[in-house]
């Protein structure tokens, strides 16, 4: 970034703590370089677009990159608590600290005995007067009484303690509400204020810890024992039961992993409850508490183990492994499955661990730390590809995304054509809303007007009837109910979820127009429908995106917006502007005003190099993720590939995915779980030998009464009433296959016995006899003998040796007999999701575990896209796998493109770093805008016609070289790699454009 030189004594670089994020720079000796602007033309630049300031916030996720830290913000928590007061010097010495102040000292909390400021009125001197914000709580109502929750009312904080998620770098907070109000100078003004305020009173106040932080009381220590002696009895007993074999198994588990487990899940569980219990048991005023609360430093989890118990240790996603013979430790004995003996820790770190419990420790840290090392090297590459991938796409000056060699990558950049940095969270609350309500909300009628149209409308007994104002509204009520129609249509993928990434913040313009011209909540207003309703609508038509008065230009224009005008059109209703917000006709005139003008400025800059900025936004994430993410989503479910080997399966395009799944669902609107049952019977993949316990082959001469002692009474009840369709006993080989069936698998997959044997009959409707036990038989076997087709009795005659054609028979009919279901589908699991529906009020509900939004459908491991959808009862518009080459084989490019953007987003998305959506767009638009897709690597990115300097600087140099001189390939240095080898300005940013010279003007 750009920084202004301030020339101070010694030769170190100081840097204010809030830009040190940014940079991921810490005091530990970190060095740094230093690049000083040479010419007026790099001053310029640096100035105008580098500056740290213009950096605040980030368009990798709308949001600040920058915000308090360390102790200023653990200094801003503690200044903001209800006990701290300040006498008449404090705040006269306080007060010179905050930037231009206009020397008014406010007026005291508390006037008698003595005249005491409160902490909030001190940190209220520096919040902007702009600000107004509001986090409710998950408690509801009593926030003010016990300081949860925050309210900030035009720079004034009310209640609620300042935290990392209000002044921290976060979105929608102060510093983010600061630069998107006052521009970058006001936001930091903000960021230094609150530092030099705080840590002026901090120097009076004072922040430390100690070890008596860390000491939980004797009745604490009591209760975490008892919780850890429950736990341990628990794994105790379900040993006892899995050495027993009475554990029962858990779907697509074996008895050995149900155990592991259950443990897993109950040693947590110990962990959890201890922790907590040790929270409750510290006081608000601890300083680790603190810390945590205020987001400083440290969490919850960190407090329970200095406190309580550290916990579980892990290596590879599992318990601590046997690495000596049967036990992990000599320590122990063998066969020693108990928590302690697999690396559970039950000391805390104030305790100290015992030697076994220090080596697993040790065990699982080793892990983190070759993770990390292993993991830098390939986010590296990745992000090294991806920008190689994305150098030379450019946003340009109609509005499109075209690389060196012109061709169009997106038509509006990030499908709407703005800048990232002016989007933020909004809500749009037409959505959800039942028909009552939303008429309750928008509907007027001029005909018989509510109580509050006369009595708080300036024109309330004048327009009641009025014909042409009845027009207006009524047109206005068309439009809201189409938006909500439309959005709806389009919202459906994301369920209920109102809050929308839309530009513009309309509810903080309204806000402070209101708080501007000191519109009261009990003004009347003095707008007309007939003001109101054009002028909305004109503003709308104004706010083009494509510019073009052809069919196309119109639709385009309109899918790019769509979603920004609803919310538009609803916040600026004539209901809204005069029941609500009770505004003037020069607040609303403002208001519109407002909204054009920040609309001008709202598109992204010809020039930018979107590109890169996309590349950098998901490479970032990708060095935050964790290595191998080892995710049990609990029991019955399928294992998914996250983290970085997902990213690599996803830009590598690779054929073959580690954890091919699909989602399966069902063509009824709200399907219950015994359908989904049934279907599974359909789609799960079964063959003979997932349901088989052992095959025998036997010489068995007698052909109706057989040798083999079991098989006696099914034989001769089978020759005393034969089939119709009896094979002649002399036919009958004297080999015999003998397959005997596990119950418990039959029964699992709800099969019989006969249905098995008919397949058999089915497959080979001449060559074999059949007989089979029956269904209630305490064993379940299958007897198949092969039939002599009667012309070559000698032995020997090009016929195999019998026996060995059983084996073959054998092994055919294990392995490619299909029972049912879908080839490829290993496993299915019913899972439960929640299916958005209308309620018969119009409201729309996604709730959990509510039986009008359930619906069941299947996850499976293993994928077969088309043969999926084959099967009756699936519904194709819904049905969805994670192989993408079957999506594009299936459904085609565009689908293929949308399931990239949303495998990508999962990944980003399960770290919990949020990546704006045209970042990743442009990136799924680069690896399918040719119509097939190509991966991010050498064999997809660099298979392209790109110019050849360009191409040799990504890999296989000499070779490209070589093939270029060979042929003599011409590159005409459009991009942006060509013309940095040849040291010439590149076409970027500054770069991409000249000056127009108006030959009239020589």
């Given amino acids: 970034m750009g920084h202004r030189v301030r020339v101070m004594p010694y030769s170190t670089f100081r840097l204010n703590l809030s830009v040190t994020s940014p940079y991921n720079a810490d005091f530990d000796g970190d060095e740094m370089n230093l690049h000083v602007p040479q010419s007026e033309e790099t001053r310029a630049e640096v100035k105008e677009l580098c500056l740290v300031p213009l950096n605040i916030v980030s368009p990798q996720k709308n949001g600040p990159l920058m915000g308090i830290v360390q102790d200023s913000l653990a200094g801003a928590y503690k200044l903001c608590r209800r006990d701290v007061f300040l006498t008449k010097e404090q705040i006269m010495n306080c007060m010179l600290w905050v930037p231009n102040w206009d020397g008014v000292i406010p007026q005291p909390a508390i006037y008698k005995p003595r005249p005491r400021w409160t902490g909030k009125q001190l940190i209220s001197m520096v919040i902007p007067k702009e600000v107004s914000l509001f986090n409710g709580t998950d408690s509801g109502e009593n926030a003010p009484l016990k300081d949860e929750g925050l309210l900030i009312q035009a720079g004034q904080l009310m209640y609620g303690l300042l935290t990392k998620k209000n002044i921290g770098a976060a979105a929608g907070g102060i510093v983010h509400i600061s630069y998107n109000e006052l521009g970058p100078e006001g936001a930091m003004a903000f960021l230094n204020g609150v530092q030099q305020v705080v840590t002026y009173w901090l120097l009076n106040n004072g922040h430390s810890i100690g070890i008596g932080d860390t000491i939980p009381d004797a009745a604490t220590i009591a209760k975490v024992q008892v919780h850890i002696d429950e736990e341990k009895a628990e794994v105790a007993r379900l040993t006892a039961m899995a050495t027993a074999n009475e554990l029962e198994a858990l779907p697509g588990m074996n008895v050995r992993a149900t155990f592991e487990n259950k443990v897993s899940m109950g040693v947590n569980q110990a962990r959890d409850k201890a922790g907590t219990t040790t929270q409750k048991s510290l006081k608000d005023s601890n300083n680790a508490v603190t810390m945590a609360s205020s987001g400083s430093k440290g969490s919850s989890i960190n407090i329970s183990q200095m406190t309580a118990l550290v916990g579980q240790q892990i290596v590879e996603g599992k318990r601590i492994p046997f690495g000596f013979k049967y036990r992990t430790l000599p320590h122990f004995t063998k066969d020693d499955y108990s928590p302690e003996a697999r690396g559970f820790v039950e000391n805390s770190y104030l305790r100290g661990l015992t030697p076994s419990e220090f080596f697993f420790h040790a065990m699982a840290g080793r892990e983190g730390l070759i993770d990390t090392a292993v993991k830098t090297a390939e986010t590296g590459y990745i992000q090294r590809r991806l920008v190689k991938a994305l150098e030379d796409l450019s946003a340009r000056y109609d509005g499109t995304v075209r690389n060196s060699l012109g061709d169009i990558v997106q038509f509006l950049y990030g499908e709407d054509g703005l800048d990232a940095m002016i989007i933020e969270k909004q809500k749009l609350g037409i959505l959800n809303m039942s028909n009552s309500a939303f008429e309750k909300k928008y509907r007027l009628d001029l005909a018989n007007p509510p109580d509050w149209f006369k009595h708080d409308y300036e024109f309330g007994n004048e327009l009641t009837g009025d014909k042409e104002s009845m027009e207006y509204l009524d047109q206005e009520w068309e439009k809201l109910l189409a ?326 028979l054998e092994a055919h009919l294990l392995d490619t007999l299909t029972l049912r279901g879908v080839p490829g589908i290993e496993r299915a699991f019913l899972t439960k999701g929640t299916r958005l529906t209308e309620g018969p009020d119009g409201a729309l509900l996604a709730i959990k575990d509510d039986p009008r939004c359930t619906q069941w459908y299947l996850d499976t491991s293993g994928t077969a896209l088309r043969d999926v959808l084959a099967v009756d009862g699936v519904d194709a518009t819904r049905t969805y796998t994670n192989d993408l080459y079957q999506i594009v084989e299936v459904f085609g490019i565009e689908a293929a493109r949308a399931a990239l953007a949303k495998e990508l987003t999962n990944v980003l998305a399960f770290d919990g770093s949020y990546v704006n959506h045209r970042h990743i767009a442009l990136l799924v638009d680069v690896m399918t805008y040719r119509g097939s897709i190509s991966a991010v690597t050498r064999h997809g990115i660099n298979r392209a016609d790109t110019g050849a300097l360009m191409r040799c600087s990504f890999e296989e140099t000499v070779e490209i070289l070589l093939e270029a001189a060979a042929t003599g390939e011409l590159d005409d240095c459009r991009g942006i790699s060509e013309n940095v080898m040849l040291g010439q300005m590149a076409p970027m940013g500054t770069g991409n454009f000249d000056v127009l010279l108006d030959p009239k003007m020589l």
Avoid: C
Wanted: aromatic share 6%; glycine share 4%; net charge negative.
């Fill in 483 to 808: 938006d909500r129609r439309q959005v709806r249509q389009i919202n459906k993928a994301k369920g209920n979820e109102e809050m929308m990434q839309l530009p513009l913040n309309i509810t903080r313009i309204i806000e402070s127009a209101k708080r501007v011209f000191n519109v009261k909540a009990n003004d009347r207003s003095n707008l007309r429908p007939s003001e109101v309703i054009p002028a909305v609508q004109n503003l709308l038509d104004s706010m083009k995106i494509v510019r073009g008065t052809d069919e196309i230009s119109i639709e385009a224009d309109a899918n790019a917006s769509i979603l920004f005008k609803a919310l538009l059109r609803s916040r600026l209703a004539f209901k809204e502007v005069v029941k609500e917000h009770r505004l003037n006709k020069l607040a609303f005139d403002h208001i519109l005003g407002e909204l054009q003008n920040r609309w001008d400025r709202a598109f992204v800059n010809p020039g930018e190099m979107v590109g890169v900025l996309a590349a950098q936004s998901i490479g970032e994430p990708a060095t935050q993720m964790t290595l191998n993410t080892f995710h049990f989503a609990g029991v019955s479910s399928k294992n998914v590939t996250l983290g970085v080997p997902r990213l690599k399966e996803i830009l590598n395009l690779a054929k073959n995915i580690k954890t091919p799944s699909m989602a399966v669902y069902l063509n009824t609107p709200l399907a219950r779980q015994e359908q989904a049952k049934k279907l599974r019977s359909m789609v799960e993949y079964t063959n003979l030998r997932s349901v088989t316990s052992v095959t025998e082959i036997y010489y068995d001469p007698n052909i109706t009464e057989t040798n083999i002692p079991e098989d006696v009474d099914m034989v001769e009840s089978y020759y005393m009433i034969p089939d119709e369709s009896v094979d002649p006993t002399a036919n009958q080989s004297r080999w015999l296959l003998r397959i005997t069936l596990d119950r418990q698998k039959l029964l699992d997959k709800e099969i019989k016995i006969d249905d098995v044997a008919q397949r058999i009959k089915e497959e080979y409707p001449t060559d074999l006899a059949v007989i089979f036990s029956d269904n209630n038989a305490d064993e379940q076997v299958i007897r198949i003998r092969t039939l002599q087709t009667g012309d070559k009795d000698e032995e020997g005659e090009g016929g195999m040796e019998e026996d060995v054609m059983l084996k073959r």
